[in-house]
C-alpha cells in the first residue's frame, strides 16, 4: 500500500500537483504535509527494501539447500513437481557435446558441424561457440546449484561425470593461454578493411586466414561462417588481396580526384584564410604518391578515417566514404604536420 502511494507521490511532483488528505492533516503544499508525506515514503522505502532482502535471502537459503529457483532450463533437464529431471534423449547430446570439446578442441568447429547435422538447442535455435561454452561451464551438469559464484549439491542427478568435466576445463586451462596469444597476434596485425566490409544485405565480413603446405591465405568472410558454419550464409569468403588492392587504388584516386581535393580545400579554406590552396593540395597528392610505402599499420589508420564501409556486390565494391574523416584529414595535411613531412618526403624521393 504504501509502495503504491510512493509511486503515486512521484506522479504527482512530477506534474507539479499537491496532494491533499480529506480525511488526515496532510497537504503537501504546507510544510507539516511534506513532512508527513516524506515519513510515509520513507517507511515505503524501508518495505521495499526489507521485502526484497527477505525474497533474496529465501532465494540464498533455497540454493544452499540445492534447490532450482526457476531461469532459463538448460538443455538436458525438465521441470517436474518444481524439481529438474533428467531428459534422456536431451542428456545424451550434452555427454556428447562434452565428450566431443576433448576430442575436437574446437568449439567452432562443433557449432560448425552440429548445423550441418541440424542439431539445435533446448530453444530451437542453431549451436553457436557461445552457446557451446556456456554448457561447458554449467554446473548444474555435475549436479550442482551455483549461487553467486558459490556451488552447492543440487537435488537434481548429475547427467556427466566429475571425470568429463575435469577432462574438458583442463583443456579449456591449457588451450586458453594459446588461444589468447593467438587472438592477440592475429588482433595486432593490421588488416585494412578490418569491421569495413559488408555484403549487399548488411552482413559482416571478417578477416579470417587458413594456412596450406605452410602458406597462409587471406579471407574476409561472412561473420555468420565463424558463428553457425558455412552453410548459415548465403555468402562465400572472399580472398583478402584483390579487394584491398580494389580498396587501395580507390583512396589513392580519391586523393587526387578533383571534387575531392576542392571539398577538402574548401573545408581548410574556411578556418585557416592564410593558407594558399598548394599548401593543401600538394600534401594530398603527395600522399597519393607515397601511398605504397606507407607503414601497413598508417594505410590502415588512414583506411579506417577516410571510409565509413565497403559494400562487395555485384561483381564490384562500393565504397561509401566518411565526410568528417576527410576533415579530420584536412587538419593532418596542415602545414607543421603530416603535410609538411610529405612534402620532405616527396623531396628526398626526387633527389634520390
Avoid at 592564410?274 to 601511398?291: G, K
Wanted: glycine letters at 8%; aromatic letters at 8%; a positive charge.
Amino acid at each position: 500500500m504504501l509502495a503504491d502511494f510512493a509511486r503515486m507521490v512521484d506522479v504527482f511532483d512530477r506534474h507539479r500537483v499537491s496532494f491533499s488528505a480529506v480525511t488526515q492533516q496532510i497537504n503537501s503544499a504546507t510544510s507539516m504535509g511534506r513532512l508527513m508525506l516524506n515519513l510515509l515514503l520513507s517507511f515505503a522505502q524501508f518495505e521495499r527494501e526489507v521485502t526484497g532482502e527477505r525474497i533474496r535471502d529465501k532465494i540464498a537459503a533455497s540454493k544452499a539447500k540445492g534447490m532450482w529457483r526457476g531461469g532459463p532450463l538448460p538443455l538436458g533437464f525438465d521441470v517436474r513437481d518444481r524439481l529438474l529431471v533428467i531428459n534422456e534423449t536431451e542428456a545424451a547430446l550434452v555427454r556428447r557435446v562434452f565428450d566431443a570439446f576433448v576430442t575436437v578442441r574446437s568449439a567452432t568447429l562443433m557449432a560448425k558441424a552440429y548445423g550441418a547435422e541440424g542439431v539445435l538447442t533446448k530453444g530451437g535455435k542453431p549451436f553457436t561457440k557461445q552457446t557451446l561454452y556456456k554448457m561447458l561451464h554449467n554446473r548444474m551438469y555435475l549436479g550442482e546449484i551455483v549461487h553467486k559464484g558459490q556451488s552447492f549439491p543440487g537435488q537434481h542427478q548429475a547427467i556427466v561425470t566429475q571425470a568429463q568435466w575435469d577432462a574438458v576445463h583442463a583443456l579449456i586451462a591449457t588451450d586458453g593461454i594459446e588461444r589468447r596469444r593467438e587472438t592477440n597476434d592475429r588482433q595486432r596485425e593490421p588488416v585494412l578493411l578490418r569491421g569495413l566490409l559488408f555484403t549487399p544485405d548488411g552482413e559482416r565480413l571478417v578477416p579470417s586466414y587458413i594456412v596450406k603446405k605452410g602458406k597462409t591465405y587471406r579471407y574476409y568472410s561472412p561473420i555468420k561462417h565463424r558463428r553457425f558454419g558455412a552453410w548459415a550464409s548465403q555468402h562465400g569468403p572472399l580472398p583478402a588481396a584483390p579487394i584491398e588492392e580494389l580498396v587501395t587504388q580507390q583512396i589513392v584516386a580519391a586523393l587526387s580526384a578533383p571534387h575531392i581535393v576542392q571539398s577538402v580545400w574548401d573545408r581548410i579554406r574556411a578556418p585557416r584564410p592564410d593558407l594558399s590552396e598548394p599548401e593543401v593540395v600538394l600534401p594530398m597528392r603527395n600522399l597519393a604518391c607515397l601511398w605504397q610505402q606507407l607503414f601497413p599499420a598508417e594505410q590502415c589508420r588512414l583506411a579506417q578515417l577516410l571510409i565509413d564501409r565497403v559494400v562487395s556486390a555485384d561483381g564490384g565494391l562500393e565504397i561509401i566514404w566518411r565526410d568528417q574523416g576527410w576533415q579530420e584529414l584536412a587538419g593532418e595535411l596542415l602545414p607543421g604536420t603530416i603535410g609538411a613531412e610529405l612534402q620532405e618526403w616527396e623531396q628526398q624521393e626526387v633527389e634520390a
